[in-house]
């Protein structure tokens, strides 16, 4: 049986806010286009018009990917879907 408190609070205990922040600043890099800076003042800005969430759907995926391996786990779609809102929730992504 899946406990998403559970898994949420196994969560935090490894991946701090600032960890998850970093790894989301850094993941940002690999889809931002070259020419950015031709009609925006930031990366972030260049990122929030031209893409639909990829960055944050990596971070996420590899947390879950720590936790189902960490803990010997298999979600079902439902579960791994629930996962993800509660990830997305909790370090604001």
């Given at each position: 049986?899946?406990?998403?408190?559970?898994?949420?609070?196994?969560?935090?205990?490894?991946?701090?806010?600032e960890e998850v922040i970093d790894n989301y600043d850094n993941e940002l890099l690999?889809?931002?286009?070259d020419d950015w800076e031709e009609d925006y003042e930031s990366e972030y800005d260049?990122?929030?018009?031209?893409?639909?969430?990829?960055?944050?759907?990596?971070?996420?995926?590899?947390?879950?990917?720590?936790?189902?391996?960490?803990?010997?786990?298999?979600?079902?779609?439902?579960?791994?879907?629930?996962?993800?809102?509660?990830?997305?929730?909790?370090?604001?992504?």
């Open positions: 049986e899946f406990d998403l408190d559970l898994a949420i609070t196994k969560i935090k205990e490894h991946f701090s806010k690999n889809w931002i286009e260049w990122y929030v018009d031209h893409n639909n969430g990829e960055v944050q759907d990596v971070v996420i995926s590899d947390i879950i990917s720590w936790y189902k391996k960490e803990f010997n786990k298999e979600l079902s779609i439902d579960d791994h879907s629930e996962l993800h809102d509660a990830i997305k929730s909790e370090y604001s992504l």
